[in-house]
T-cell receptor
């Protein structure tokens, strides 16, 4: 079975401070991991993904994420938050060996960057 | 201008009526997906299609139907059998699957009156 947990429904951070949005996953095999962002009443936009290799993945808009296999985590980070980063963030996983193409999404974390 | 379009943006339906949501992509992607988004529940997969004339049920397919007659189109019908259809519906596509990221349309908000 595949699943994703985003333990925080809401994260608040001051503008200019570093931000972290947490994600842990569960798959029976090896994972492909993704982060998406959603602005109000819009579709999801792809930020970054982990396939294999370097555990630190860099993506769009200055975001990065670190894959930690022992902790089954894939936390999203940014060194300096912007007010425009305020949005809903989703982590997603796919089991490489599962055969199906569908992603399993977490319930989302709402990030608010305070000016 | 490549991407995924969904129409309409807002849709209102009376109870007992079927309604069809449109999804079109010009990215030449093989795979297409339909998700339902409800507050606090993330995205849940309704149906997906990896190739023309083939599709599979997702986690919450009951009360929904799809077709994939053309590579660029993947319409979703919400039938009267769907007990709680009010939600935000998102269509996505990807090159194939595996590690390919999915590209999402802007969504359709369906409200049942």
């Amino acid at each position: 079975a595949q699943s994703v947990a985003q333990p925080e429904d809401q994260v608040n951070v001051a503008e200019g401070n570093p931000l972290t949005v947490k994600c842990t996953y569960s798959v029976s095999g090896n994972p492909y991991l993704f982060w998406y962002v959603q602005y109000p009443n819009r579709g999801l936009q792809f930020l970054l993904k982990y396939i294999t290799g370097d555990n630190l993945v860099k993506g769009s808009y200055g975001f990065e994420a670190e894959f930690n296999k022992s902790q089954t985590s894939f936390h999203l980070k940014k060194p300096s938050a912007l007010v425009s980063d305020s949005a809903l963030y989703f982590c997603a996983v796919r089991d490489r060996e599962a055969g199906a193409n569908n992603l399993f999404f977490g319930t989302g974390t709402r990030l608010t960057v305070i000016p | 201008d490549g991407g995924i379009t969904q129409s309409p943006k807002y849709l209102f339906r009376k109870e007992g009526q079927n309604v069809t949501l449109s999804c079109e992509q010009n990215l030449n992607h093989d795979a297409m997906y339909w998700y339902r988004q409800d507050p606090g529940q993330g995205l849940r997969l309704i149906y997906y299609s990896q190739i023309v004339n083939d599709f599979q049920k997702g986690d919450i397919a009951e009360g929904y139907s799809v077709s994939r007659e053309k590579k660029e189109s993947f319409p979703l019908t919400v039938t009267s059998a769907q007990k709680n259809p009010t939600a935000f519906y998102l269509c996505a596509s990807s090159q194939r699957g595996g590690y390919d990221e999915q590209f999402f349309g802007p969504g359709t908000r369906l409200t049942v009156l």
